[in-house]
């Protein structure tokens, strides 16, 4: 249904907290307004700015929906619309359980102890940078601490009243 250099997936099965996600924008698009201006597209009043649905595309004015992969409100308002039962067919696939699982399918072998490590001839040993003991430019930062309950302040002195 929808034609573009992203794949979204038409399957609902959405990893636990996405679901809780597009569940709360969907609570927060209830009373938006959409009319239809083509085939595939929509024009979508949210009580601020418009917002302008193109399925051929996979596009939302709002931005949401292209930068993060999930439907926005817009895209769920139209799916409503249209008495699609589930808005998270817009997703992309990247969030489905499937591909979720199949990034952590392969095994992961723990590191031998350090004595059993094959090192490389030719490696330096890289030290950490010396400390920096010059002085930053610029004012130096007030020392605004909270005092611990009893702790009497300690006075600042200025170095010219002490002449």
Not at 17 to 41: F, M, N, P, T, Y
Not at 89 to 103: F, L, P, Q
Not at 118 to 125: C, K, S, W
Request: net charge neutral.
């Amino acid at each position: 249904m929808i034609a573009g250099t992203r794949e979204f997936k038409g399957n609902t099965c959405l990893q636990r907290g996405l679901k809780k996600k597009i569940q709360g924008k969907v609570e927060g698009s209830r009373s938006w307004v959409v009319a239809g201006i083509a085939q595939d597209s929509f024009d979508v009043d949210d009580g601020g700015k418009r917002g302008l649905v193109d399925f051929s595309n996979g596009t939302c004015s709002c931005w949401v929906w292209q930068v993060s992969g999930l439907p926005c409100g817009h895209v769920i308002v139209v799916s409503r619309f249209l008495g699609e039962p589930d808005c998270a067919y817009y997703a992309m696939s990247c969030y489905t359980n499937e591909v979720y699982k199949s990034t952590y399918e392969e095994h992961i072998n723990p590191a031998h102890d350090k004595s059993e490590w094959e090192i490389p001839d030719g490696l330096v040993n890289l030290q950490p940078p010396p400390l920096i003991t010059k002085r930053l430019a610029g004012r130096p930062k007030e020392n605004k601490r909270i005092l611990l309950l009893g702790e009497d302040p300690t006075p600042i002195y200025c170095e010219k009243s002490l002449l």
